[in-house]
C-alpha cells in the first residue's frame, strides 16, 4: 500500500433481515488514519446496524456508486443484477456444498439463486474471494474469517428462550431487541434451567460461541462419559466433537483424518447420547458426505428430547427435524416425529429452531469482530504480498473456477 491509491467498499446488504456490515465506523476511521493512500467507499444503508452518519463522520465516502472501488466487501448473498464486471468482491457464497446437487433437478430457491449468482461472477469476470474458503496453509484447516462465535452464542441464546416459552415460564427479549451481548450476558445469568441436560455438539466457533453462553446461563459443563452415567440436580451439558459421534462401521479403531477421508466407511452413535437429552444444540460442520446424527425413524426413542436448536441449519441435512430455515422474526416450528411434518408450535413433537443467519441478532458485536479479523487476516494479504490465504480462498478470476471449484463449471451448466 505504498504509493498507490486503493479503494474499498462496502456493499449495502441485499437481504431485509441481514444487517451486518464487514466493517464498524471506528475501524473505518483507525484504517483511513493509518493509510494515506486508502479510500473507504459505503453504500447508504436504512438497515445497516449502523447509520450512515457513523461512517460520513470517519471519513469515508457515502455514495451507491462503487463502479471505482477496487475490492468491495459485503456480508451475505449479493443482489446478482448490480454485480459490476471486472471487479472483486468478497462475501459468503456459500457455494462450498453445492456439489450434491449437480445432476440434479433443482427446486430449491437458495441453490437456484448460487447457480445465478456464479454464473454471472464467471460472465462479468468478476474475481470472488469466499470468506469460508481463506483458511490456512491445509486448505480445509482454520478459517480465518467467520461469525461461528456469535452463531453459536445466539443459537444457544434462542434455544434456551424456545425452552422457557415451551414451558411457559418468562421469556427472555429477543437478542435482536437489545443488540448488546454484554447485556444478553447479564439476563441469561438470572435464569434457572432446572434439571435440564443439553447436548451440544461440534468443536469450531460456533459450539465455542454455544458454551460461552450456556455457562452464563449456569449450566454446568459434564464429561461424556458423567453424561452417560450420571444423574444432577442441576442443568448441565455436554460438548461432544465429531470424534466423538462418529464411529467406524467394521469397529476398527479410527482417527478424525480417517473419518474425513473414509467418510462412507462411519456411521453415528449419537443415538446413543440422546436417549436420555432435554434439548439438542448442533453447532458442529457438516458436509453431506458424512452421517446424520439419527434417522427420523430413531426420534421415537428420545423420549425426553423436545427441543433441538440447530445452529449449522443444514436443511434436510444432519439432523432430520431441520425441514426448513427459519428467520429471527419467527425462529421456531415443531416437527411431528411420526410423520416428519411441521406441525404448530407447542408440547407436541420436537420444537425446533434453524435461524440461518443467527449473528444478525447482535449484529454490533458480531459485526465489529468480524471486522477486526479482516483488517488483521485478510487485507495484509489482499493489499500487500498473498502467502496462499487469498488465493486458496479464490472461487473464480479472469472468467473461470480456479482448479479446486471445477466441480462448479457441472453445477452452473
Known amino acids: 500500500m505504498k504509493n498507490k491509491i486503493i479503494t474499498l467498499a462496502i456493499l449495502r446488504e441485499?437481504?431485509?433481515?441481514?444487517?451486518?456490515?464487514?466493517?464498524?465506523?471506528?475501524?473505518i476511521s483507525n484504517l483511513l488514519n493509518k493509510y494515506s493512500n486508502l479510500k473507504i467507499i459505503v453504500q447508504p444503508s436504512?438497515?445497516?446496524?449502523?447509520?450512515?452518519?457513523?461512517?460520513?463522520?470517519?471519513?469515508?465516502?457515502?455514495?451507491?456508486?462503487?463502479?471505482?472501488?477496487?475490492?468491495?466487501?459485503?456480508?451475505?448473498e449479493v443482489e446478482i443484477s448490480t454485480l459490476i464486471k471486472d471487479k472483486t468482491y468478497l462475501f459468503f457464497s456459500h457455494t462450498s456444498k453445492v456439489h450434491h446437487y449437480i445432476g440434479k433437478d433443482i427446486k430449491d430457491e437458495a441453490i437456484l439463486y448460487k447457480k445465478e449468482l456464479l454464473r454471472a461472477v464467471i460472465k462479468k469476470n468478476i474475481t470472488l474471494i469466499?470468506?469460508?474458503?481463506?483458511?490456512?496453509?491445509?486448505?480445509?484447516?482454520?478459517?480465518?474469517?467467520?461469525?461461528?462465535?456469535f452463531a453459536g452464542i445466539i443459537g444457544a441464546y434462542n434455544t434456551l428462550n424456545l425452552y422457557l416459552k415451551l414451558y411457559n415460564k418468562v421469556t427472555l427479549p429477543r437478542a435482536f431487541e437489545i443488540n448488546n451481548y454484554e447485556q444478553i450476558q447479564k439476563l441469561i445469568s438470572k435464569q434457572n434451567f432446572n434439571k435440564i441436560k443439553i447436548l451440544l455438539t461440534g468443536s469450531g466457533r460456533a459450539s465455542k460461541g454455544a458454551i460461552e453462553m450456556l455457562k452464563y446461563g449456569n449450566i454446568k459443563e459434564i464429561s461424556i462419559n458423567d453424561y452417560l452415567k450420571k444423574k444432577y440436580n442441576e442443568a448441565t451439558?455436554?460438548?461432544?466433537?465429531?470424534?466423538?459421534?462418529?464411529?467406524?462401521?467394521?469397529?476398527?479403531?479410527?482417527?478424525?483424518?480417517?473419518?474425513?477421508?473414509?467418510?462412507?466407511?462411519?456411521?453415528?452413535?449419537v443415538k446413543n447420547y440422546l436417549l436420555d437429552t432435554d434439548i439438542l444444540i448442533a453447532c458442529h460442520y457438516w458436509d453431506p458426505k458424512f452421517p446424520k446424527l439419527f434417522?427420523?425413524?430413531?426420534?421415537?426413542?428420545?423420549?425426553?428430547?423436545?427441543?433441538?436448536?440447530?445452529?449449522?441449519?443444514?436443511?434436510?441435512?444432519?439432523?432430520?427435524?431441520?425441514?426448513?430455515?427459519?428467520?429471527?422474526?419467527?425462529?421456531?416450528?415443531?416437527?411431528?416425529i411420526d410423520s416428519m411434518k411441521e406441525i404448530e408450535l407447542g408440547n407436541k413433537g420436537i420444537a425446533v429452531m434453524a435461524v440461518d443467519n443467527l449473528?444478525?441478532?447482535?449484529?454490533?458485536?458480531?459485526?465489529?469482530?468480524f471486522g477486526d479479523s479482516i483488517i488483521t487476516e485478510i487485507l495484509p494479504y489482499l493489499i500487500n504480498k498473498d502467502d496462499g490465504r487469498i488465493s486458496r480462498g479464490t472461487t473464480a478470476s479472469n472468467g473461470e473456477f480456479f482448479s479446486k471449484f471445477n466441480y462448479l463449471n457441472d453445477f452452473i451448466n
Open 237 to 269: 451439558f455436554c460438548n461432544i466433537s465429531a470424534k466423538k459421534h462418529v464411529e467406524r462401521k467394521d469397529g476398527e479403531v479410527s482417527s478424525y483424518q480417517d473419518f474425513i477421508l473414509n467418510p462412507q466407511e462411519y456411521k453415528s452413535k
Open 130 to 149: 469466499d470468506y469460508e474458503n481463506i483458511r490456512d496453509i491445509s486448505g480445509e484447516g482454520y478459517r480465518y474469517l467467520g461469525f461461528g462465535r
Open 359 to 369: 449473528p444478525s441478532e447482535l449484529s454490533k458485536d458480531a459485526s465489529e469482530e
Open 295 to 336: 434417522k427420523p425413524k430413531e426420534i421415537n426413542e428420545f423420549k425426553n428430547l423436545k427441543i433441538i436448536g440447530d445452529v449449522t441449519c443444514d436443511i434436510n441435512g444432519s439432523v432430520p427435524t431441520t425441514i426448513r430455515s427459519t428467520t429471527i422474526a419467527k425462529p421456531n416450528y415443531s416437527i411431528d
Open 46 to 76: 436504512k438497515r445497516r446496524c449502523f447509520k450512515d452518519e457513523d461512517y460520513l463522520k470517519t471519513g469515508a465516502i457515502i455514495t451507491d456508486d462503487l463502479s471505482y472501488a477496487d475490492v468491495i466487501f459485503g456480508v451475505k
Open 14 to 27: 441485499a437481504r431485509i433481515d441481514e444487517n451486518r456490515s464487514p466493517f464498524v465506523p471506528k475501524q
